[in-house]
């Protein structure tokens, strides 16, 4: 009665379809990340771009790879973009956490990473919907 409209990981297609969403989105956000993340660094070696544009590229870059990583996520999926965007992006926003404490850069536990960490979340969810609507080639145009 109550539990009708309830999906499981079975009924809404198993636990690899899922897994697999969020690898991709992921993947899509950090590799667009760090392409983006080269080109900055050509820029500013090579022309006049001022470093205080660093601090407004990084969460721009981020923000649009978090959106691409729900975007990603959610293709997919039939229903519950805003959640798969949003965890998507935290996870993005985690893989890229881990890389920048690999790089030597130290544990970094401040106002940038919840900022950052906002952000993903915000705009994971966000590609999430518009990944969910986009999804499976369907159009909401009559038939006439």
Known sequence: MYGENIKTTESAGGLLPAATGFARGTLAGAVFTFLAFALFAFLLAYTKLPEQAVPVIAVSVEGIGA???????????????????????????????????????????????????GVSAASGALGGIF??????????????
């Open 67 to 117: 959106f691409l990583s729900g975007f990603a996520a959610a293709k997919g999926a039939k229903s519950r973009g805003f959640f798969t965007g949003l965890i998507s992006g935290v996870l993005y926003m985690g893989i890229i956490w881990v890389i920048s404490l690999l790089s030597g850069s130290g544990i970094s536990v401040g106002s940038h990473l919840f900022t950052m960490l």
């Open 131 to 144: 990944g969910v609507n986009t999804g499976y080639g369907t159009t909401n145009r009559r038939k006439r």
